[in-house]
């Protein structure tokens, strides 16, 4: 996408403001702010590398940046989601008993996808927010949230730290096939639906 920063420009970020640029970028990013934070921190790991920026800092920041977005977007769920779908969920559907419904599936499957949502970009930008609108609870919210921000974050500064610039090319690849697996689980998950209500009826 045209809007997103080029390589070179989160090499200029990250160069001059430090690992500031990790917190504020990965932040804003998993809210659903447009930003490559796989390349952002593939990016910062090479850099790190280098010797170019602080080792634990910048582990510090990714992590904080990426916990701290989970968590804004948990909260945005929790007071303006559960808001909307109270005053407008009857025009759309969504009754008392189907948003217990969704709870209830959240409880016992919907916080593993806080987990491993990270590594599915559009993923992970709703499973914060789908979270706080179904009401659930914010310790079990964190321990998976903040596990699979952790996990992810060490994976992907891991591999710019390990392999540097010759990492490039696999990201795009990896970008790629994730585009397909979210496109492969929408259309899975629109024909789960489908045979559900199906069967209902």
């Not at 990492?167 to 492969?184: A, K, N, Q, R």
Request: hydrophobic fraction near 50%.
């Amino acid at each position: 996408m045209d809007c997103l920063p080029d390589n070179e420009t989160l090499l200029y970020w990250l160069t001059h403001y430090g690992s500031i640029t990790l917190f504020v970028l990965l932040a804003i990013g998993i809210i659903a702010v447009p930003v490559p934070e796989e390349t952002l921190m593939v990016i910062a790991g090479a850099i790190m590398e280098q010797g170019k920026l602080p080792i634990a800092g910048t582990i510090i920041a990714a992590y904080a940046g990426s916990i701290c977005g989970i968590t804004m977007s948990y909260m945005l769920g929790r007071t303006a989601g559960i808001y909307f779908i109270h005053k407008y969920g009857s025009w759309l559907g969504l009754t008392e008993q189907r948003l217990q419904i969704a709870h209830n599936w959240f409880e016992k499957y919907g916080k593993w996808t806080l987990l491993i949502g990270y590594f599915i970009p559009g993923v992970r930008h709703f499973t914060g927010f789908s979270a706080g609108t179904t009401g659930l609870e914010f310790r079990q919210f964190a321990i998976y949230a903040y596990s699979g921000a952790i996990f992810w974050v060490t994976t992907f500064l891991s591999i710019g730290y390990f392999f540097g610039t010759y990492c490039f090319e696999l990201l795009h690849e990896i970008e790629f096939d994730t585009e397909t697996v979210v496109l492969g689980l929408i259309v899975l998950s629109a024909a789960v639906y489908l045979v559900y209500l199906i069967k209902k009826k």
